[in-house]
């Protein structure tokens, strides 16, 4: 099969690689549509911290079931699938008290393992979800990104009323913010430093948006709650300022969600920890998020596509994630697919 290889940063091949083989419990999927995520834009670039080279990364994934294992029970060839691509062992502590996005020996589909920017994977049966029938394979792919958000946002414990501050409006942030707006009544505040992202919130329903390079945010927000402060804060920037940010932007009993990803150091004043009685939560892949992400998009048809800014063709993948990296004011997804090979 084709494979688009990624032997070092800023270095990726087309390459013809062996086409896996299917276990008793796995099913073969032709891949039909693959999004460019952030992760694989800095795996690209070498700024992530979980990559690993060489690799075939990809894993917000889409595709049709070619081949199944001789144990698959539920699964069948034809079938139009997501694909969930975060594997936890189903062993350690996290995966026995329910937490296994949180799975200390996780084989994430992308990084770990082979990814789908390759004309075939292989997927253990559980990890697969059929689409409906009237979902394209370009909304499918658009599934993985959407769980992160949802699974944020159970992380918040959104009540009714709460004014919730999303710092970070890339993809998981707007993720996050058209599912607030469309099944929670909050007031949500958007904050970013691109003005055409914070456009694209404004569509989406964010009630107040901040450009950070235009205020003092921490005044800003003192402003426009009153001195109350954010009941809920998001982090989805992944940026050290940003997470340090939180918890003088959250009330004082209220709740940070950390979706960003670092691999540097942040510091919280520790007297503001107990003084605020804050509640700090992580957040990674997502639990049992999939089939609400393939409702809700399948509800919300013309929100799902308003995500895509461009579908290209798996060979310009190298185009797509230069564009991705490059120009943040003009990308929420690109998605590449996948045509057959005679």
């Known amino acids: 099969m084709l494979a688009a290889v990624m032997e070092k940063p800023f270095s990726i091949h087309f390459k013809e690689v062996a086409r896996p083989q299917v276990g008793p419990h796995d099913v073969l999927v032709r891949i039909k549509a693959a999004g460019i995520c952030g992760s694989d834009v800095h795996f690209y670039d070498g700024s992530n911290p979980y990559a690993n080279y060489p690799q075939i990364f990809g894993h917000e994934l889409s595709g049709i079931i070619e081949e199944v294992g001789s144990q698959v029970k539920e699964r069948k060839v034809g079938e139009r699938v997501v694909v969930e691509p975060a594997i936890p062992c189903g062993r350690c502590y996290p995966c026995r008290v329910g937490k296994p996005n949180a799975c200390g020996n996780i084989d994430m589909i992308g990084s770990v393992r082979p990814g789908g920017f390759a004309e075939f994977l292989l997927v253990p049966e559980a990890h697969v979800h059929v689409m409906p029938d009237e979902m394209s394979f370009e909304i499918g792919a658009l599934c993985e990104p959407f769980t992160i ?15 919730v501050t999303i710092l970070g409006m890339g993809p998981i942030g707007l993720t996050i913010l058209a ?5 929670h009544d909050v007031n949500v505040f958007a904050v970013d430093v ?10 989406l329903g964010a009630d107040v948006l901040i450009n950070a390079k235009d205020v003092n945010l921490l005044a800003e927000m003192d402003r426009l709650t009153g001195g109350e402060g954010s009941n809920i804060v998001i982090e989805a920037a992944g940026l050290p300022l940003t997470i340090e940010q939180t918890i003088h932007l959250v009330s004082p009993g209220g709740r940070i969600v950390i979706v960003g990803l670092t691999g540097k150091d942040v510091t919280f004043p520790g007297q503001l920890l107990t003084k605020k009685n804050i509640e700090l939560f992580g957040t990674r892949h997502s639990v049992n998020q999939f089939p609400e992400v393939l409702r809700f998009l399948s509800q919300n048809r013309e929100l799902a596509e308003s995500f895509i800014t461009e579908v290209m063709p798996f060979q310009h993948i190298e185009s797509a994630l230069k564009k991705a990296k490059n120009h943040p004011d003009k990308v929420v997804k690109i998605v590449l697919t996948y045509q057959a090979r005679s």
């Open 149 to 163: 958000g949802r699974q944020a946002i159970q992380r918040a414990d959104i009540q009714p009323g709460q004014t």
């Open 179 to 183: 599912q607030l707006k469309q099944e």
């Open 194 to 203: 691109v003005p055409e992202r914070l456009e694209i919130s404004r569509r």
